[in-house]
């Protein structure tokens, strides 16, 4: 109940179009959803992060989407870049636990010019 | 860059040794926490400090210790060392308690041989 799903496990893009990247979970009681981006040889940083009283936040080209009722959220890219080529982890947590983040497995995204 | 220093970048050691990870903080965060990053297992949550007192623990086992000084730097230390030890430590740091880690360092990678 305390995992994160996410898919695809790697995602090739061409440069300009949308790249979507989808996260299920299971555990009722996650109110925070964030979303970090992660270069080689860099730790994650904070991309967006989401609660569950909104559906949708976007900032710049990136937007979280929020289905409370499928527990199920998602990042698009929008005119995703080569730049933007990196993994990407979804993550979750409840008030409860602080700091105990519970990440998705990774998405690889190459966004081929 | 994130602002929050880990050292040292690579630590190459042998099983049942003992090895100490340093994390700085960025400027002014009063939160310090500590990942495990692994290929089987993902981003893991270990623990976290807040103002040099105990604030959550995760999946942190009994050979793992870590403390926060007064001057707010945090040491992982790692004893008995196995193979299965071997991944990147990262530390990542926020300014509130009951907050979420928005900087990450870029991570200590252990090999234990």
């Known amino acids: 109940q305390q995992q994160v799903k996410q898919s695809p496990q790697s995602l090739i893009v061409q440069k300009g179009g949308i790249s979507i990247i989808n996260c299920a979970y299971e555990?009722?009681?996650?109110?925070?959803f964030p979303w970090y981006q992660q270069f080689p040889g860099k730790g994650p940083a904070l991309l967006i992060a989401i609660r569950p009283d909104v559906s949708e936040k976007k900032e710049g080209r990136f937007t979280i989407s929020f289905n409370k009722s499928a527990k199920q959220f998602s990042l698009h890219i929008m005119d995703s870049q080569p730049g933007d080529s990196a993994t990407y982890f979804c993550?979750?947590?409840?008030?409860?636990?602080?700091?105990?983040?519970?990440f998705g497995q990774g998405t690889t995204l190459q966004v081929k010019p | 860059d994130s602002g929050v220093t880990q050292t040292p970048k690579h630590l190459i050691t042998a099983t049942g040794q003992r090895v100490t990870l340093r994390c700085s903080p960025r400027?002014?965060?009063?939160?310090v926490y500590w990942y495990q990053q692994s290929l089987d297992q993902g981003l893991q949550f270990l623990i976290q400090y807040y103002n040099g007192e105990e604030r959550a623990k995760g999946n942190i086992l009994e050979r793992f210790s870590a403390q926060q000084f007064p001057d707010l730097h945090s040491e992982l230390n790692l004893s008995s060392l196995e193979l299965g030890d071997s991944a990147l430590y990262f530390c990542?740091?926020?300014?509130?308690?009951?907050?979420?880690?928005?900087?990450f360092g870029d991570g200590t990678r252990l090999s234990i041989l």
């Open positions: 555990n009722t009681a996650f109110d925070y």
């Open positions: 990542a740091s926020s300014v509130d308690r009951d907050g979420q880690p928005q900087h």
């Open positions: 400027s002014g965060d009063l939160s």
């Open positions: 993550a979750a947590s409840d008030s409860s636990n602080t700091g105990k983040l519970i």
